[in-house]
């Protein structure tokens, strides 16, 4: 009922920048908190940033001052923009979000795909 799409994966330079964007679709009366995840080989998933929809930020120490995230709520679009990269951020991403569907009660989470970002050395 709710899809996800990842976008802007790719390759980049260690002390580079990247950003991802993230597009929900389908039957969304509306959204509360949207996020990121990411999970490198051989670990699992882990929080990289949330976002409320009034607009307050949560973030992982370990990206704390180098990635931002922000949204469009008109769009339905949540992105992440990841400053001074740094080989430890590769990992495929993910983007989820809590939704409210049109005609349901309660709220329900939805994730994309996974997009891969390589941060090289």
């Known amino acids: 009922q709710v899809q996800l799409v990842e976008f802007g994966g790719g390759l980049v330079q260690a002390g580079g920048s990247h950003r991802l964007s993230c597009t929900a679709s389908g039957s969304i009366f509306s959204i509360n908190a949207m996020g990121w995840y990411r999970q490198a080989p051989g670990k699992q998933r882990e929080l990289v940033a949330t976002i409320t929809s009034g607009g307050s930020t949560n973030y992982a120490d370990s990206v704390q001052g180098r990635f931002t995230i922000s949204r469009d709520n008109a769009e339905n679009t949540v992105y992440l923009q990841m400053n001074s990269l740094k080989p430890e951020d590769t990992a495929v991403y993910y983007c989820?979000?809590?939704?409210?569907?049109?005609?349901?009660?309660?709220?329900?989470?939805?994730w994309g795909q996974g997009t891969q970002v390589t941060v090289s050395s």
């Open positions: 989820n979000g809590r939704f409210k569907i049109t005609g349901t009660s309660g709220t329900y989470i939805y």
